[in-house]
Every structure is written in structure tokens, then in C-alpha cells.
């Protein structure tokens, strides 16, 4: 039951297939094994002294947001990269890829769609990484609690380090939500990444339980 | 040639100032834009704690060979367009490794951090990168066209392929500079450097709008602190290619940086008041006028 | 406007017309003529733009209601052709596609079909997903699916919260043995 | 390509030489607008607790939770708000009752715990708390009508000489507009005596469904008619719409239903028909209000009931101590002739103590219930009081309504500021203006004209029919001149209460009036009459303050099968008799069926 | 630039994959001649969380196909589970770009089905949020266009004028992005004291600012180049795709609900819609830029033919039971986008029954967009899809 629940929403690139190699021998190939990691993420040591203070200080200091605007709470960055509210200064600038991002900053409600994204572009990213949750729809589904598409608690999927509440917040209260998360960091306490690897099998239950065609590796290197 | 140790450090220490002065210039150019736009701007010292946090970042990715070295190809591509070119004008320390042929060796350096760029960046399955590399390449082939005959022109001027003697006709009062004495190679230089540049028209190689970040999409952490070093070296080490055949190269560290900063802002003052051209667009656009004004700077040159 | 309806009436049928204001009219077909009324609305009458698709679900009556507006910007018009299908229990009623007439017509009843589970036969492109992903459960647009109790069944509302309301509350702490709660359940069986 | 187009973009260049437009300071710089919608505020003692905001609000933000005692008023919970939910769309402010609930400008609140966005606005303090911008109720604006729907009423000239009801009922489109404004929060439950399911029966009228109005009434009360036109109605003064406009009509709406429905189907409507018998009896001494509330629901228990009463008619204080144009006798008769219906008998002219004695009740019955009230007047005890000419109010009220006939003087005093002194008033003044064509009573009242005692449209209306009534006077002295009164000496008073909340009435000797009057009424309140209780029964209860016999929480005497209740034990009104009465007959079945319980 | 000759560029498909029956192209992908990209949701260049399914050859768009429904809140249920007046915090969130046009049709048609009279007043007030909404959206939107062409200068000089209006909406409504300003029966509140004289002051930036971007964008010549003749819309498709807006008077159709069924006050207000031919992204910026233009002008209008007290609200039923009889209305008014128009059913309960929102992107960024990226290149996405203004969660809802 449960395999045929999962070959239903199997996208057809995803499917088990026959291809042939260069060498003419057919070989068969599953795309969600072979082409992606199956291996579980190892969490990465917290290390303490001056050194990791200053590197925690770097890391505040520069935080790269990752362009992602999983829900309406998007509409506040663009004025924090324009003229008013400027957030250059203050070392936060926008990324367009995961790859090169460290904070992501769920702008508000995230519809299941938009989960299974945001999953994947958080996996993507380097650690040690953040999560900002912008809003009422990250902490308790805010306007969309009575929702079937929208999910109530961020942090039952995703490790979120610093919420920001508002409706939406002024471009203002995500400064603030920025400067808290950076007193996180230089504190040492920004390790939430780790906290998701270890408790990866609750996360990924979690995430499984709504996501319902889940083709996707477990974890997206 | 010189291969002693102190020469060698004296390049050290070259590159040293010249990667920091590539930070700065990099935060200088960005609080110049954000002025124009009405903002503050990052702070002067943002592209250091930048680099100290890509390398703080943990990796646990591979894609293959070809992935780790494309930024050290890249790199390479920078130092080597460094170090083959003397620094200051008839100074022996600061002279690096430069030779009698290093002007054809450069050209030759440009494309070589590119094409370490392409392979590695193809390497990384993003097809995004995949499309800007194709972007790149294409472009740096047009690009490549009115640089050639630019520096061919002046060659032919100065009869000679080495960087030490045509900094060293320049000298001697401003009127000397190959930009009033051979000015059509010099707008078909200036022009190809605003392709070289990758500012604005002319980079939709890593145009965030469609193709985000281009070649180095899949690039984190301590790859792309490496990437950012050799894209501070190599802003400046274009901008001191052109300063050297056109504006006279510098006798002083401190005419180093004034010029190698104005040959820079020419890129960033074209740029940031104008979009950017598609690839065909960009790669006709070279083939045209910077081209024909090359041709005919080749042609004044020889037959003059 | 009045052509428009006037021929409506006469050549397909129409009943139930209701004028909203002026401009703006409602009135039902047969399923069977509608196609062919919304054609003639297109080509003869000037009924050019498509301005929606939509469903309405009268549970209680049985019945599945099609919209279709349509805007005839010469006379600046609008008439809303009401469709009543008939309502079946598990989804799947069935209605003729427009989408040779609107080449948007396609997407509307794609959505249609994903939300209510109205099927167009022959429209292209039907049974692709369009907004919802990995959905197994009942159309959710459809009155019968409970929003609330599916949300509160599959995302983890934050636990922790508990309301009073004000009379029990009250009732609680100043007079707990309110007579009336003795009179009506114990001995009054009819209540 | 065009030169000038390639050119003029760098004009764009110009702007290097002006300054950044950047907010230097973004976290104080710029402080929210003026009306701005940040973070709630509750001015918790203005707040009742009334919920409305927890109703209103869409996205299931608000909870109510207990922060202090509920009292009459006041549920004793505050909203708590979960910043998990709230979209600061403020229509928790624009519909607050009491207008506590509002928004400060503040707007950052950054955490790590997703579980620390819930606070009680006003009890957990927060720096905005004293935030004076934000977001209030802007005037002109609200979410219901705070304008009581105005009840047609027949005009002074039309009613200041008969008897004839004066209040005309609503009509449905008045009674369902008035519903309206309700905003069933239920704090009047609490407050009403018999706890009447009041929101559930406005609910009822909104739907037009009278029939279950009816059977939410009867709940809790046996006498809607009656109670529709004449109770205190304790529950509109905690109405919380009173807070910021006038009271929902409670009492008028009890009476729309009562009235909508014909007496003849009440049996239907309610439901009674099948009572299964117990084969147990009780008697009632007293057909007032506690009596018939008491044999209404023992009879629907199954109980035989028969009420012993002391007049002709059924009624007590509501027969003969509300005058006529406040309560016609037919909607006396048909709330009575109901539960007369139920199986219930009566026995008029039957004077306890005299013809039955209360033991040998006792022994015929398995319990009995004693709702006897209060019918004697008291008096003032001022010189001049013992006059024959100086009346207690409930016996010229008696007198009225059986018809006695007594002289009616050209001017009358009335002693008393309360509901009965109105009565009197207004109905001496219907009798004067039969007889004289005009109207000169004089009703003088101790309490200052803001705590008259009585309702205000009793004042208000007795005005509007020429009667004058003096706030804030003290009798002395009734001059009596050749054994008639001739009027009332009084002086200001200006207190009525020393600071320790003591009856202690503070006059100014200096200032004095002199009332003319030829018959002065005393209507200064009731006392009760036990004397239909032997004094060796009386040794067996158990008696409080001011004479009262103590009682149970279901109104039990000492007496296991002696049960009392009504004005002689709370009160005095109609809406604690009804409530003593339900009890007590809940107590009384307790009592007989103890294995049930 | 010849814009026939783009013109049939689109239709001709010869060098590129058949189509089979349904329309659908034949693209072998093994054939290492085609490439699948994603571009969005997590993109820097789709407008909104939406994503494009493109099949590139080269730089070329092969083959496009919008995804949608990653901003799916089920609005149209969750209303049907909400009180007239709760409808109307949920229901501005349709939009987070221009929330005050839904808080108008949804109003509207409460007001209609319920037969409420709104205040002469209110409706002066409802207009102006209406001008001011549709200003700052225009904004963003008119150098937004070069945005998407890397010429991000005007986009920022553009969005400093628009956070000022944004504060005028906070002085005026309490809210900078969401103003839950209108509600049925009226308006929550009048213009606080110097709004008028801030405003006003704020509209000369804007004066300032049109001749500014005027010589940078419209002036460009790289803009130009790449604008004209970019997805190039023939007036027959008006009707046939369902274009409204800006985006249909740049292919020469003038609607404009303002003009056509003018709602509150807009027939007392002296403007005309600019109207070209041209039919492509340059025409279209040019109608969002005389569009700008004509809205502060249409403030200054209205701020003029004010008067200067009034009732904010009508009276209406006690919000927390306010049932309508049954009915079903199509309320519409004019966004910066197009009709927006909102279908609403009442049958006799205190929630509506059925609320149907149909934005102009609804058609925009379906058909259309995916019939104009066919042969664009991929360099051109983003600016075509500002230029139809898509905003995905008015697709989805």
C-alpha cells in the first residue's frame, strides 16, 4: 500500500529506468538512488575558544540571505535592499542560490509546495546555517491555521532560530529579527543545523506525514 | 630571469596588497553604486569578514574532480595574470616575473582561469552554470577579438610584446600614454575591457535575474572564498593590464591604486546606468564596433 | 445586454434571470445547450472575454452550480450563465469544455477538476496537477471536505491553548448548582 | 544607434553628489504612525471579560483566560493573545464592548521560543503598555448600533388617565433589530437571579424562532409574561453594550416572546404533555411569584401541587402591588392559567395559621413551600406618621386592584424614590386626573436624583404624566392640621452613606421644604408578615438578620419538609422569587428522592 | 525593431520541435539538444513564488509551462468558514502587492448583496486608498521593468518614494503593507490632521522622480534595444487571452473598469487612460509610466474634490450575525494589473457561500505567458513576466 502510494506521485523522471551505456550494455538506473546521496548527514562539531568566537562573529556579521519568498512576507525585503532601510550596512545581503546563502528567511505561511522547496534549499545550504520565521504563519499558522494547505508550525520541520512577529513585520522588526539572530551567533548558540541533523528521522517523519509525494532524496546534499 | 626567494616574496607581498586593494575597491565600487541609488552601502571592510565566513562554513559536497579544481584553475588564471606582469614601472622589485613575450602570455591568462572556470562549473550539474559558462565563453570569444587586435596595434607601435617597454615608451608626461598616441586601439581596448570587466551590459554571464549567479551557482563556502579572492586579484589585475597599454602604468604603488581604481570605475560608471545586453546582442555588439575600430587601429598602425 | 438575454430565452431555454444592476445578469441553462448558448453569446451576440470559470456547491439541494461569466466589452455587459449540474457524491460530475472557444478556458477547468472534481472530457491537460501536489484526499473545494478538521488532523496546531467562555465560566465560579441544569436534564426526559 | 540615448542615462551620475536617503536609526528612528497597528494593549480594569473580541476574531487569536474572581459584571477573564495567530487587523478593538481593548505602535518583538508569543494584554506588562499611540476605535464607527431600539409606548396624554398598558410591545422587525445588537457574550446570565438563558433566547428571536425562545424561557422561568413587562432586569445594568451605549432590552425582548406565542399552544410548544406522576404532594403557601415558579416545576417533576392563597386571586405582589398599567391582569392570568394547566391546584381565600394550621400542613403534605412575601408597608416613623391619613403603599396598591373604594385626595405626598413609590405616584395620579382632571402628587425621595432607586423610565415616565418627584429631600414632619394631614416638612439631604458604605444620612437642617398634600403615602419598602407560623414552629427555624428565617442553599428550613423562599428570604423583586421557587422545588425533589441523587 | 517579424516568429515553429495534436511540442531531451530548467520557485527572476518549466535550446525558450500553487492558502474555502466582516482580513491578503483592491471588491460586493449605501464620504476616502495603492505598486512596477534588464537604479529611487507612500497608508490605515482600510459599510477612519499637505508634499518626489527615470530608463538606449518588440501582443488576442490593464492599452484595447463601469466617485474625476499600439514590453511600460502620471494626478483630484467631513460608516447589522439573503454578485474594480473582479455567493447564512477572485494574472500568466516565452529568450522571462505584471498568489489564491 504504502509503495504504491509513493510510485503514484513519482515524477516519470524519477522513475526506475533502463539506460544504455556508452559501452552499449543496458544498465538499470534509479534516479533517487543513484543520482543523489542516500547518506546521512553527519552533524559538524561546535568547537569553542577565541578562534570559533571570532568566526561566529564573521559569520554574524555577514549573513547572507537566500531569495526565497516561500510566502507574503516577501513584499517587506525588497524595500531592506532599497534606499529606506538599507541592509547592506549592516552586513545582510541577498543570495540568489542555497548554495551560497546562510540564512533563510521563511517570509510567512509556507503551503505544502513551497515546503517540500524549502526543505531542499535548506539542505542545500552550508552549514552552519539559520532560519528566520517571519510572521504568525511560522508560529502557530497564523491567518491560514484552518488551512488544508498551509502548515501550522515552522519548527516542526524545519530548525528555526529567531521568530519575528507581525503580520507582517515592518521592514524595521526584521532588522530587529536580524540583529537578534546575530546575538545568537556571536553567542555560539546558532547551531540549529546541527539539531536537525541529529534529530533528522523526527524532522523527516514530520515532513513525510504532509508531503505526500515525497520524490525527493531523504537529505539534499 | 630571477627565481631567488627574495623576488619571489617580493611577488608575495604584491599580491598580498593587491588582493586587499581588490577588497576595498570591491567595497568601494558597492558604496559608490549605493550612493547613486540614494543608499549607504555595505560597510568598507565587508568583503574580509565575507571571506572569513565562506572559509567558517562547513562543505560536504562533491561533484566530482573537476568541481574542486575549477576555482583553483580559476585562481591560478588570476595569480598568473599577476605575476606575469611587472607591477610598477622600471622598478626591479616590483617588476614580478614579467618577460619580453609575459603581453602574450596574459592574453593567453585570461582565458586560462575561464576555461578552468568552464570545466569545473560544468562538473557541478547545475545547468545554470552550465548556460552561463556557454554565456561566458562566447562572450569572452568576442571579447577576445578587439582585445587581440587592440594589443596587436599597440604592438605594432611599440614593436615589442613585452609590458616592461611599453609602459617604459609611455613615460615620460601624459601626452605619451598610448591612449593619445594610438587612440583608436585604445577605444577598442577600453571597450573589450568593459566585456573583460563583467559590469554591466555586459554581464549576463552571471546575470541573477535568469541564471542565478551564472558559473559559480553550486560554488560555496571555502570554493567560493577562493573565487572571491581571484575576483578581487583579477579586478584589479584587468584594471592594471589596461592602465599599463593605455594610460601609462604606474611608477608609484600610490599611482598603482589611483589608476588601477579609475580604470576599474570606467567598468562600474558605464555599468551601473545601463542594462545588460543579451549574449547575442553582446557578442554582436564586439564583433561590430570594437572590432572595426581594432581592425582599423591595426591597420593605422601598420601602414602608418 | 437585453439581446443577448432576450436570445438566450428564446433559443436555449434560459430561466431564472436575475438583474443585478444594470450590466450585470445572472441567469441558468441546461447543461445540455449551454455550450452551444455560450458560442452564440461569443461569436453572435459579442460576448468576446471569458472573465471566469467557477463552481458553486449547493450541497443541500444537490446540486453543482457552473459559472461562467462572460463580458461583452462594446455594450459593457456581463451575464453569468448558471449551469446546474447534478451533484454527485464523490465527485465527478461531468460538463461539455470550452476550451476550443478561450484558450484559457483549459486552465479554469483544470482547476475545476482538481478542486471540485468537475471532469471536462477532452479538455487538455485535465488530470495535470495545477496547485495542488501529492493531493489525496477529496477535492478540497467541494463543501463536504472540512478544512479545519483536515488542517488540525495534519499540521500540529500548537498545543497549549485553552478558552473559557465568559456564561460557563461564570456559571462555574458563581453558581455552579444552577437549578435549571436539574429541572431539564433530570426529569424533563423531552428535552 | 542614438547618441543622445546612450547619453543621457549617465545623467543618472548627478545623484552621487546628494546624500543617502537612508534611516540612520531604522529601531528608533521611525516609531509606528500614530493609528499604527502594533502590539495589543487592555485596560483591564475597564475590560469585562466579555469575549467579543475572541469571537470576532478570525483567526482563533484570542483566548479568554481567568485572571481574577468573576463577580456581577465582570467574568474575571482577559483575552490572551497568541502571536502566533493575530494579524493585527485591529477588529478586535473596533468591536470591544467596554473600549479597554486597543493597539500601542509598537512592533518588534524578536524571540527564539515560538511559544512566547502568547501574553494577557494589560496583566503580563509589556513595554507598550503605556504606549499612548496606536490604533483606537475611530468615532463614528461601529459594529452594531449602540441605540436602543425605542419601544412604542402610549403618549402622557393618552395613558396619565387610565390604566390601559402603556408600553406597546415590539413589533418583529424592532424586537429582531434589537436582538441584533447583541453580542451574546453572556455576562447578564450570571447577574439574572434565575440565570435565564438570555443570549440563547435574543439568539432565538434573531432566528425567529419563537417557539424555542419560549422553551428557553420556560427553562428557567415560569412567568415570562410577567417578568417581560415589570422585572428589575438586574441583567441589562451588566450588559456589556452598556458600557459604550445603551443596554440591550432584555426584559422587553422576554416579553416579544411571551407575547408571540398564544397561550393555547405553550402546552405544544413545551412539550409537557407527558408528565409521569410520582405520586408525592406538596403544598405552597402564597401564589406570588416564588409559589407559582416552585409549583410550576414540581409539577413538571411529577409532583401533585396545590397552593394555598390568601386572596381571591392568583398573583400575590404582582396582582396587587404593580399597578395595572404596568402589568395588565390577562398576562397575569395567562402565565398563572399555564401552569394552572400543568395540573396544579388552588385554593383561594385560605388564610394559613387561621384555617390551616402550617403542622397540619406539614403532615398532609410531604413538603411544603412557603412564599408568603412581603405586604406589609413600613413606615417612616416621623411625627405625623401614625395619622390614619398616612398610607402604606402596598395597601392603597391592594386597594386599586380589588376595587375598594377609598377617597382620593386633590394632592398627595408620596414618602419613597423606589420602583413600588413610583407606582403609587403614577397610579394616584391615573386616579386624580380621572377624578380632577389634574395631577398633583409629589413623590420625595432620600437618594440624590442620580441613585434614585427606582428605573429611570419609571422617573422619566412619571414625570412625562406631571407627577413631580424631588430627589435628595428628607421627611421631618407630616403637619397634621385638624386630624388631616396638610403636607410633608422635608430637608435636604446630602448623603445617604458614611465612608464605611453605612446607611447614615447626612441632612443640612438649613435647607427645608414644605410638600402640601393631603394624604401622605409611605413607600419607603416592605416588611414581611410570619405570622401564620406558631411561635412553637418558629422555635424550630433559625432567623438571621432583619427577622429573616435563615435557609439552605435550596431555600430548606430547619424543618426538613418546610421550605421558604421569595421576597421573605431574598429580594424583594419578582426574578428572585421566580429563582427561589425553581430551587426550592429542586430541593424539594432532592429531599423526597434522595436515592435519585 | 520590426515587431512582424516577431510576431511571426512566434507562430513559426519550423525550426524547432513539432507539435502533436494536443499542442503538446515533441522534445526528444535525449537528444542533447534540448535542455529541461526550472526557473523558480526558489529564482531570483519569477515574480512571486511561481515557477516556469522551460525547454531551452540554447539560450532560446523551446517550451514553456507555469507551475502555480505554491502560495495556495485556499482562500475561497477559508471564507466560507468566515463571517462577512472576517472575510476581510483574510481576503486582503490575496494580494500582497495591491491588498486595498481586494478589500474594495470584496466590500463592495458585501454591500451590494446586503444592500448597504456607503457614505459619500467613505467612498471619497475608499477611492484615494485605491489611487495610493495603485501608486506604489506603479512605483515599483514602471523601473521595476529595467530591474528585470539589470538597470536596478530606478527600482531603488523608485522604492524610496514608495515606502513614503507606504507611510502615508500607516498615518491613514495603521498598516504599511496590509491597510485593512475599507470594510463593509464604509471606511475605518479620516484623513488624520496635515495628511493632505504630506501627501502633496510627497507627490512632487514623484513629479521629480518621472523625468529622472525618464532619462535613465526611457532614454537608455540598452533598454530600448531589448524592450521594443519584446513579447509582442496583437490586439486580437485582447478578448481571445483575457488581457486587462496596462497590458492590454499597450496593445492599443483601452479597458479600464474605471471608465467603463465607474465605480464610487471615478465619474466625477477628469482622466483618461493612456493608450498605445505598439503591443510589446517597451509599450507596456510606457502606459504603466503614463499611468503613474495620471494617478498622483488623480490624487491630487481627489484630495481636492474631498469634502472635508462625513459619515466613515454606514450603519450595518451587528457584524458577529449579519447574514445575507442569497444572491451572487461579480464586484469588480480597476488594479494596477487589470479587472480584478471577485464573484461572490450568498445564501442566507452569516458566511458567504462561495467567493471565486479572479485576477487579471489568473489569464496572464497561464496561457499567455506560456504562448509569449515560446522562441523568447531566456534572458527575456523575467521581463516579460513583470511586464504582464503576474502575480502568482492572485492565480492560486
Known sequence: MEEEKKDKFLAPENEIRQVAAPDGSIIEVNPLEDYFTQDRPKPYKVRKGPVEDFLNWARAESLWVLGFGTGCGSIEIPPLVTPRFDMFRFGIQMRATPRQSNVFVISGYLSVKTLKRAIRAYEQMPSPKYIVGLGSCTINGGMYYDSYNTINRLDHYLPVDAYIAGCMPRPEALLHGFEGLKKIIKAGKGHKANEYIENLDWYKANQKKIIKDWNMPDYNW | MDYSIEKFLWSL????????????????????????????????????????????????????????????????????????????????????????????????????????????????????????????????????????????????????????SIMQAQQGGILNWTIFTNPLASIAGMLAMLGAMSHSPFNLVKAPNEIPIGPPTEYHSSFLSVLRTNSAIIHVVEAALFMNLFFGGADTWFMYIIKTFFVYFISVFVGTVFPRFKIEDSVRWFLKWPTLIGIIAVLVAAYW | ????????????????????????????????????AITHLKDIDGYTILSLITAVDWIEDGIMQLTYLLNNPEEIAEIGLRVMLERKEEAGESMETIHHLWPNAKKW??????????????????????????????????????????????????????????????KKNMYPNNPSDYTNKKYNPNR | MDLKKLLTPFTAWGNITKDPVTIKDPFNERPGADRYRGFHKNDIDQCIGCGTCEVICENEAIDLVPVSDSKDGDSGLRPMIDYGRCCWCALCVDICTTNSLSLSNEYTWVSTDPEDFRFVPGVDKKDWDNNEKGWKKPDNYEFYSLKRVHMDELSPEERSDSFIEMMKGYSKEQAQQEADRCVQCGICTATCPAHMGIPEYIKAIRNDDLEEGLRILYDTNPLPEICGRICTHKCETVCSMGHKGDPISIRWLKRYIADQNPSEKYKEILEVENLQPKGKKVAIIGSGPSGLSAAHYLALMGYEVKIFEKLEAAGGMMRYGIPEYRLPYDQIDKDIDYILSLGVEIQYNVTIGKDITLDQLGKDYDAVFSGTGLHLGRSTGIPGSDNKHVYASPDLLRWIVEGKEFEVPESVVVIGGGNVAMDITRSMARLQMVKYGKVQVIATALETEENLPADLEEVVEGREEACIINAGWAPVEIEIKDGVPT?????????????????????????????????????????????????????????????????????????????????????????HGIANGHKAAVGIDIMLNPEKN | ???????????????????????????????????????????????????????????????????????????????????????????????????????????????????????????????????????????????????????????????????????????????????????????RGLLPDGFKARLLEKLKLIDEFIPKIDKLIFNNVVFESRARGLAYIPKEWVDEYGIYGPASRGSGVSRDVRKTNPYLKYDQLDFEPFVTTEGDVYARTEVRRADLIMTVDLIRQILDKMPEKGDIKAETPNVLHWKIPKGETYSKCESSRGEYGMYFVTDGSAMPRRVNLKGPSYTHANALLDKLLINANIADTAAIMVSLATCPPEIER
Not at chain 2, 105 to 116: A, E, H, K, P
Not at chain 4, 548 to 569: A, N, P
Open chain 2, 13 to 164: 607581498l604584491g599580491l598580498f596588497i593587491v588582493l586587499n586593494w581588490g577588497f576595498l575597491m570591491a567595497s568601494t565600487m558597492r558604496r559608490v553604486g549605493a550612493r547613486l541609488a540614494g543608499r549607504i552601502g555595505v560597510p568598507m571592510y565587508q568583503p574580509w569578514i565575507d571571506l572569513v565566513k565562506m572559509i567558517s562554513l562547513k562543505t560536504y559536497l562533491s561533484h566530482g574532480v573537476m568541481y574542486y579544481i575549477g576555482p583553483v584553475f580559476r585562481l591560478v588564471g588570476g595569480i598568473g595574470m599577476f605575476l606575469f606582469m611587472p607591477i610598477l614601472v622600471g622598478s626591479e622589485i616590483w617588476s614580478n616575473y614579467s618577460f619580453s613575450g609575459d603581453l602574450i602570455l596574459l592574453l593567453y591568462f585570461q582565458s586560462f582561469g575561464m576555461l578552468g572556470m568552464a570545466m569545473g562549473a560544468s562538473d557541478s550539474g547545475s545547468p545554470h552554470a552550465a548556460i552561463g559558462i556557454s554565456r561566458g565563453l562566447s562572450q569572452f570569444a568576442a571579447v577576445e577579438v578587439p582585445m587581440t587586435l587592440a594589443v596587436i596595434a599597440i604592438a605594432i607601435q611599440h614593436q615589442t610584446f613585452s609590458f616592461e
Open chain 4, 487 to 575: 403636607g410633608l416638612h422635608v430637608v435636604k439631604c446630602n448623603s445617604l452613606f458614611d465612608s464605611e458604605g453605612r446607611f447614615n444620612p447626612q441632612t443640612d437642617p438649613n435647607v427645608k421644604e414644605f410638600w402640601p398634600g393631603t394624604m401622605i403615602i409611605e413607600s419607603i419598602g416592605q416588611g414581611m408578615d410570619l405570622s401564620y407560623i406558631s411561635e412553637e414552629f418558629k422555635t424550630k427555624l433559625e432567623f438571621g438578620p432583619r427577622g429573616r428565617v435563615q435557609t439552605d442553599e435550596y431555600f430548606q428550613t430547619g424543618v426538613e419538609w418546610f421550605f421558604m423562599g421569595g421576597d421573605i428570604i431574598e429580594g424583594p423583586d419578582v426574578i
Open chain 3, 109 to 170: 477547468q483544470q482547476e475545476l477538476k482538481e478542486m471540485f472534481g468537475i471532469d471536462f472530457p477532452t479538455s487538455p491537460g485535465l488530470n495535470d496537477p495545477f496547485i495542488l501536489e501529492g493531493w489525496d484526499a477529496a477535492p478540497p473545494y467541494r463543501r463536504d471536505f472540512d478544512t479545519n478538521k483536515y488542517a488540525e488532523e495534519t499540521f500540529f496546531p500548537r498545543p497549549g491553548r485553552e478558552t473559557h467562555d465568559p456564561a460557563e465560566h461564570m
Open chain 5, 1 to 187: 525593431m520590426a515587431k512582424s517579424k516577431l510576431f511571426t516568429m512566434n507562430e513559426d515553429r519550423s525550426l524547432y520541435p513539432e507539435l502533436d495534436v494536443n499542442g503538446k511540442p515533441i522534445v526528444d531531451l535525449t537528444s542533447h539538444k534540448y535542455v529541461k530548467i526550472w526557473q523558480g520557485p526558489q529564482h531570483p527572476g519569477v515574480t512571486g513564488n511561481m515557477s516556469l518549466e522551460l525547454t531551452i535550446s540554447g539560450d532560446e525558450i523551446v517550451e514553456s509551462k507555469t507551475h502555480v500553487g505554491y502560495l495556495h492558502r485556499a482562500f475561497e474555502k477559508l471564507l466560507e468558514r468566515r463571517l462577512f466582516v472576517q472575510c476581510m482580513p483574510t481576503s486582503i491578503r490575496l494580494c500582497v502587492a495591491e491588498p486595498d483592491t481586494n478589500e474594495y471588491v470584496i466590500s463592495n460586493a458585501i454591500e451590494e448583496l446586503g444592500n448597504i449605501e456607503v457614505p459619500e464620504m467613505a467612498q471619497w476616502l475608499r477611492m484615494l486608498s485605491l489611487e495610493m495603492a495603485r501608486l506604489q505598486v506603479l512605483l515599483r512596477q514602471v523601473p521595476g521593468q529595467a530591474g528585470t534588464f539589470a538597470l536596478g537604479l530606478g527600482y531603488q529611487w523608485g522604492s524610496y518614494i514608495r515606502d513614503l507612500i507606504l507611510d502615508s497608508f500607516e498615518e491613514l490605515t495603521g498598516g504599511r503593507v496590509y491597510h485593512m482600510y475599507i470594510i463593509p459599510g464604509g471606511v
Open chain 3, 1 to 36: 445586454m437585453q439581446k443577448g438575454i432576450n436570445n438566450l430565452i428564446e433559443k436555449f431555454g434560459a430561466s431564472d434571470l436575475e438583474v443585478r444592476r444594470p450590466g450585470l445578469s445572472f441567469i441558468t441553462v441546461e447543461n445540455t445547450k449551454a455550450v452551444a
